[in-house]
């Protein structure tokens, strides 16, 4: 069994120790020392990083009681220097302990119990059991344990025999035989814990609530404590700072700036497309005299660059109108479109002849006897499809 100092004083960064066994975990040494202050990743805690004797420690597991520290390289040394990496460390009690106090203020002002919690570089949740919380019922819980941060309580551990369990006032009954380890902050929230917390809940900082989603009936709770919380604020304050100086506004100004450049946007967007209309109106006697004449009908074959499907589709509205009129019109942008359209005094079977044309192309499309449309096809076939069209049409 090795003595966990982390435990002891979970503030102890250095320690001396004796090497009591070594081993192999997937190709890499291991070490089990009589005592340690490197935590072994458990109860949603990640382990400790360091060294010892300068030798990265880049995994730490416990094994029936013992702690295993899996090394970067081979350590030789009987007795053996270890320092934890700090800043790794403070960060999960400051988080750590957070999520004690979160859990207690869920449950005091929702009524929501924790499930479970997890602990990484990137995030930090808890699962509660309930479906959905309101609002306004995160924002209290959020308030009343940040008010339990200010308070600056001290958070105590204590050990008991596991069959005084319901007379502890535990927030969540553990699943634990012989000795409890229970922290305590003040007489706010007292709960079963292995892992490692600050000593007075004034050291947690902030607790910032980031996101709540539905989790298979329960609820996610993704938080930070502490330094995370301040460096989540910086990086978003440094975002809003650098977006009102790109726009020459102050960042209380944003919503309003950017409701403003979506209208303006949105103004252009119009514009352009009224005078696209005006241009295409323009280009409509050109394309109409530039129609083929053939016997009983005029045909206009031809891709229309630049345009897309909408345009295309009215352009061959707008031709349609005239008398005697075939069109086999095609664009490519954004992708490939072909429409084929005659008008109303003709008797030609445009759908079929969209069929028919398309056939070894394995175009796809249809419509009506008057006005069909297909697509489905490379840029480099719709020239040849619109030619092979325009010959079943004279060969009929
Ligand atoms: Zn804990």
Redesign the pocket.
């Known amino acids: 069994m090795t003595v966990k100092l982390y435990w002891r004083d979970p503030y102890q960064r250095a320690f001396d120790a004796k090497v009591m066994a070594r081993g192999e975990l997937q190709g890499r040494p291991t070490v089990v020392l009589d005592q340690t202050a490197f935590y072994a990743t458990s ?1 949603g ?1 990640p382990n400790d990083t360091g060294v010892l004797d300068g030798v990265p420690v880049i995994d730490v597991l416990e094994v029936d009681g013992d702690v295993v520290h899996v090394l970067a390289g081979p350590l030789t040394g009987d007795v053996v220097h270890g320092e934890i990496d700090w800043e790794r460390r403070f960060d999960h009690m400051q988080q ?2 957070g ?2 106090i979160l859990s207690q203020a869920l449950v005091q002002v929702a009524g929501a119990e924790t499930v479970s919690f997890h602990l990484s570089a990137d995030s930090v949740t808890v699962d509660v059991n309930l479906p959905l919380l309101s609002p306004e019922q995160i924002a209290a819980a959020e308030r009343l344990a940040n008010e339990a941060v200010w308070a600056a309580q001290p958070v105590v551990v204590s050990e008991h025999p596991a069959e005084q369990m319901g007379m502890l006032g535990l927030r969540k009954q553990p699943d634990v035989e012989g000795t409890l380890r229970v ?1 305590a902050v003040a007489a706010f929230d007292r ?1 079963a ?5 600050v000593r007075n809940s004034g050291e947690v900082g902030l607790i910032h609530i980031a996101r709540c989603e539905p989790q298979r009936g329960n609820t996610r709770i993704e938080f930070m404590c502490g330094r995370r919380a301040l460096r989540d604020y910086g990086a978003r304050d440094a975002l809003l700072r650098s977006l009102a100086r790109d726009l020459g506004v102050g960042w209380s100004e944003l919503p309003e700036r950017i409701a403003r450049l979506a209208e303006q946007g949105e103004t252009a967007r119009k514009m352009v497309e009224a005078l696209r209309m005006r241009l295409l109106d323009s280009e409509l006697p050109r394309l109409a005299a530039s129609a083929e004449q053939r016997s009983g009908y005029r045909l206009l074959a031809c891709v229309l660059e630049g345009l897309d499907a909408g345009n295309m589709r009215y352009i061959a509205q707008q031709l349609l109108q005239h008398p005697g009129m075939v069109v086999l019109l095609g664009v490519t942008e954004p992708s490939v479109q072909f429409c084929f359209g005659r008008s109303a005094d003709l008797d030609i079977d445009m759908n079929r002849l969209l069929r028919q044309a398309g056939e070894p192309f394995k175009a796809r499309g249809g419509g009506k006897p008057h006005l069909a449309q297909g697509g489905g096809i490379g840029p480099a076939e719709l020239e040849p499809l619109l030619r092979r069209a325009a010959d079943i049409l004279a060969a009929s």
């Open positions: 109860g805690q750590h302990t999520q004690h922290v709960c814990c292995g892992g490692t917390h």
